[in-house]
């Protein structure tokens, strides 16, 4: 079966440091992969996803960015953190069957403090 | 893909029938609507998704409406542990990404 790994469960940072975070999927080939953040009280913001290897399509201009160096793995990077970048960070994938819709499936997030 | 509108929040008694509408007015003919639930501090868990017709399966059932305007997610004996944001979510087939709106808090009440 296929499972999502996300870590660490949360993180609290200092303004200014840089930040990693990683994702990663077994089980699966190929799979399409997300960031999403959640501010407080709010929804889901689609940050990023990515269809293959090195592809990487943001969706919100920001001091985020990704990168996918291995087919099942995602990562999320900041090199200066911001107060703004504080949220509940989400990483999530999905099957690519060519003009089939498949579920995506959520990793248990990263909470993200900058202080 | 498709916006959606859903009412921000709902009560529900604990045993009844949770029915949680959505309105996705300007859906295209191959786009799909999906629903899933977030328990607080927790990811997002996919629930059930349709096109056209009812959808039924262990967890809930799909009402899709003929004209494909809206649709309504029924948790037919609601428990203490459904009380999560549910999000309404249309996708098109070929589409790439999951777009959430702000979802519906449902509370179970006992």
């Known amino acids: 079966s296929q499972t999502i790994h996300q870590w660490p469960a949360t993180l609290v940072q200092p303004v200014g440091s840089p930040l990693s975070l990683e994702c990663t999927v077994e089980?699966?080939?190929?799979?399409?992969l997300y960031w999403y953040r959640q501010a407080a009280g709010r929804g889901l913001q689609l940050l990023f996803y990515?269809?293959?290897?090195?592809?990487i399509s943001s969706e919100v201009p920001q001091n985020l960015s990704a990168s996918r160096p291995q087919d099942r793995q995602f990562i999320l990077s900041s090199k200066k953190l911001l107060l703004s970048d504080s949220g509940f960070y989400l990483c999530?994938?999905?099957?690519?069957?060519?003009?089939?819709?498949?579920?995506?499936?959520f990793g248990q997030g990263t909470r993200l403090t900058v202080v | 893909d498709a916006k959606t509108t859903q009412p921000p929040s709902m009560d529900c008694a604990e045993g009844r029938a949770a029915n949680l509408p959505c309105n996705h007015s300007?859906?295209?003919?191959?786009?799909?609507v999906y629903w899933y639930r977030q328990i607080h501090s927790q990811g997002p868990q996919y629930i059930i998704h349709?096109?056209?017709n009812n959808e039924t399966n262990e967890m809930a059932s799909l009402i899709i409406t003929e004209d494909r305007k809206s649709s309504t997610l029924i948790l037919p004996h609601a428990t203490l542990r459904d009380t999560a944001v549910y999000y309404c979510?249309?996708?098109?087939?070929?589409?790439?990404?999951?777009?959430f709106g702000t979802g519906t808090s449902l509370t179970v009440i006992p």
């Open positions: 999530a994938w999905s099957a690519w069957t060519p003009g089939m819709n498949t579920e995506a499936f």
């Open positions: 089980g699966t080939s190929n799979p399409n």
């Open positions: 990515s269809v293959g290897i090195g592809q």
């Open positions: 300007t859906i295209s003919g191959n786009e799909y």
């Open positions: 349709g096109l056209k």
């Open positions: 979510i249309v996708r098109s087939p070929t589409g790439n990404q999951f777009y």
